[in-house]
């Protein structure tokens, strides 16, 4: 007779190591994916905002589309000295965009902002001889055959025009410009 041997068997299941080490691994995908998907929540906040942005400065420009193009500079500028002969009521150069806050600091409060070319003149100024490449300035804008540096408020055919847009967004400051010349039509 043989002596009775016995043959060692494996326990089923896993180890006290074994489990840490899958919660380890869990953990750290888990933690991956939060991340991933808080990343994706702020991109989705600021692309919402810069579609607003986008959304207002349109409008702004089609509200300048809409008025005689003669009155478009006095309307839109920073000053409401030349508002006098206007036939509708000045609009000025700020505006409010809904769901979006003006940067700190801004004097007015308002995300909006028209602006045209002045060469450091002011508000009531219009120049041509301003270098601004997005602006496709320098550029002669009354139409005479040369660029000088006069006031041209009062005789331009072409009107560059940048609205701008700045906001305070989740991610810090942000802003929006859309630059076109408008013309009479």
């Known amino acids: 007779m043989q002596p009775n041997r016995r043959i060692p068997t494996r326990r089923g299941g896993f180890t006290l190591i074994e489990v840490m080490v899958c919660i380890v691994i869990l953990s750290i995908a888990i933690s991956g994916f939060t991340g991933s998907l808080v990343a994706a929540l702020g991109m989705n906040r600021v692309q919402r905002e810069t579609v607003l942005a986008r ?10 589309q809409g008025r005689t193009f003669s009155e478009v500079f006095a309307a839109f500028n920073g000053s409401n000295a030349d508002d006098g002969a206007l036939v509708g009521a000045a609009v000025g150069c700020d505006f ?80 929006l410009d859309l630059e076109t010349f408008l013309c009479q039509r």
């Open 55 to 64: 959304q207002a400065a349109q409008e702004m420009l089609e509200t300048m």
């Open 96 to 175: 409010a965009v809904p769901g979006l806050e003006a940067i700190d600091g801004d004097a007015d409060g308002l995300a909006g902002e028209v602006l045209f070319p002045d060469a450091g003149n002011g508000p009531l100024w219009l120049a041509e001889d301003e270098v601004d490449a997005a602006l496709g300035l320098p550029a002669d804008l009354n139409g005479d055959g040369a660029i000088d540096n006069a006031n041209h408020a009062a005789d331009y055919r072409l009107l560059p025009v940048r609205v701008r847009v700045e906001w305070r967004s989740s991610t810090g400051e942000r802003h």
